[in-house]
């Protein structure tokens, strides 16, 4: 098993620009989602989804959109990069239902200027 | 208003003593926490998870207790080595699947 898988891991945009970072995993795991991590921060969700079709907004989702179309890919898309959203990106995926630990992606390390 | 706080940001302990790390938070009522490790570059990697009804829970040098009264959970290394040198993370777990992390406390084991 791959677990989970995240491209790019570097990734430099220009104010405007738009964006998706890839994020797949291959454990059938209906549970994925998105954070970002700032530095000396810990993480903040952005969006989830519990299954295909299925999203919701976590505590940081202005400037982003998501969809689930497949159980393995969970992209994230920036519609228009602002420099606020400089920060690492990791994706995370988990068994659905309560109590079950998120396996996390590499990493994606965006800059904007 | 909601928050997480896990105790001063770096602690630095000598090889082979027990280290202590705390995760307090305030307005939230979490179904489970869990305790991540995080590496330089790296992305979390899971440790613990303890559940509201539980009290402790253990997986061979780690501990982690769980108090919803106090609103607090500790985790301990024993007999830590300088390969504990990481940043700990705790993380709220809530029925809906969400969770809510803190922001780290990074560890520094000397020899």
């Known amino acids: 098993n791959a677990g989970v898988t995240q491209t790019p891991k570097f990734q430099v945009l220009k104010t405007g620009q738009s964006m998706t970072l890839q994020c797949a995993q291959d454990m059938n795991h209906e549970y994925m989602s998105w954070y970002r991590q700032d530095p000396g921060m810990g993480l903040r969700l952005i969006h989830y989804s519990v299954g295909a079709g299925i999203t919701d907004q976590g505590e940081v989702p202005n400037g982003y959109n998501v969809s689930r179309s497949t159980t393995e890919d969970f992209p994230l898309r920036l519609l228009s990069a602002a420099p606020s959203q400089t920060s690492v990106y990791f994706c995370a995926s988990s068994k659905t239902g309560v109590h079950y630990e998120q396996y996390f992606g590499p990493g994606t390390r965006l800059t904007v200027t | 208003s909601q928050k997480i706080e896990q105790n001063s940001e770096a602690l630095n302990i000598q090889e082979g003593k027990t280290a202590t790390l705390t995760c307090n938070y305030t307005?939230?009522?979490?179904?489970?926490l869990q305790w991540y490790r995080q590496d330089p570059g790296r992305g979390p990697v899971f440790l613990l998870l303890i559940r509201e009804n539980e009290k402790e829970k253990r997986k061979e040098r780690l501990k982690v207790t769980f108090d919803t009264t106090l609103k607090q959970s500790l985790f301990h290394i024993t007999a830590s080595q300088p390969a504990d040198s990481a940043t700990y993370l705790c993380a709220l777990g809530f029925n809906a699947g969400k969770s809510t992390f803190g922001d780290g406390t990074t560890l520094t084991v000397k020899p």
């Open positions: 307005n939230y009522s979490p179904a489970y």
